[in-house]
């Protein structure tokens, strides 16, 4: 990863050595970073896609049911920027809802058009808006351009999830002191990170983070599934990585997040039929 983000962890590195956290315990901790762009609305860096705008579909592309979100430039979103093997051009196209699915069902999609492909403006339908709270909603979604700046992500999570419910007690192996570290982060991030409403790449999080919460997707994706009684065999939770995360701000759903997930190995392949949605609100 760039030196220059990893430096600009000191301030959680002083902070973590200044409780009495063991410095090995820190520094493999601070091994664990994560490049990601985070997505601002002002600025006068260059453009790398927008929220809302028209919805350009190919001809043969199905109607989506969630509204689109955020259109983004592949090309605007390196490797080295994001950590994550995004195709090198064309546009990715981001859809979703903040509101609670049934049976792990996902809260929204991803769309890929390479660059080139012939595309129409289709007017949206929308059909996840049923009623005047979910209209109400919608039309709230913002509407501005995104820049991106590089920042820098350590972990939110310090637990395993366990078969039992009720006990999420395992720590993070190799990291005794994780849930320390996470509270140190916590308290240090604001003044390291960049300030924005959608990231792409790093770590995910919302405001109860215990556990992973691409994890907890994956499992969700995995119960969706089987629940549609669908044979073709899933990636393991672990192998599964945050692609975009929507910091929600919308009046009737204050402090709530959207998490785009995908398995790593659908990257390099541009394959984005897998990514799951997931929506997380503590109201």
């Known amino acids: 990863m760039n030196p220059d983000l990893v430096n600009r962890l000191a301030p959680f590195r002083a902070e973590a050595l200044g409780r009495g956290i063991p410095a090995e315990d820190v520094e493999r901790w601070i091994a664990t970073a994560r490049p990601s762009a985070t997505l601002v609305t002002g600025g006068d860096g260059p453009v790398a896609g927008r929220f809302g705008g ?43 809802f903040p509101e609670m699915t049934y049976y792990g069902g996902s809260a929204g999609e991803v769309v890929y058009i390479p660059e080139g492909t012939p595309v129409e403006e289709r007017s949206p339908k929308n059909q996840c808006v049923y009623d005047d709270a979910t209209l109400a909603l919608c039309e709230q979604f913002p509407q501005e351009e995104l820049r991106p700046a590089p920042d820098v992500s350590l972990p939110h999570h310090f637990l395993l999830p366990t078969a039992d419910l009720f006990d999420e007690s395992v720590t993070l192996p190799g990291h005794p002191r994780a849930g320390d570290l996470v509270e140190t982060w916590e308290e240090t991030c604001g003044d390291i990170v960049v300030d924005g409403p959608l990231h792409i790449g ?29 044979t073709a065999e899933l990636p393991a939770p672990d192998e599964w990585t945050l692609l975009a995360q929507w910091d929600i701000g919308l009046t009737g759903r204050e402090g709530s997040t959207l998490h785009w997930v995908i398995p790593r190995q659908d990257l390099p392949a541009h394959r984005f039929d897998r990514a799951h949605v997931s929506f997380f609100w503590n109201p």
């Not at 190919?58 to 509204?67: G, I």
């Not at 919460?213 to 549609?228: G, K, L, M, Q, S």
């Open 54 to 96: 028209p919805l350009l579909l190919p001809a043969d592309a199905p109607d989506p049911w969630f509204p689109l979100l955020a259109t983004l430039d592949c090309a605007a979103l390196p490797e080295e920027t994001t950590g994550l093997q995004l195709p090198l051009e064309g546009r990715l196209l981001l859809f979703g």
């Open 202 to 230: 790093g770590y995910a999080s919302h405001e109860c983070t215990e556990t992973d919460p691409v994890t907890d997707a994956a499992a969700d994706a995995e119960e969706a599934h089987r629940h549609r009684s669908d």
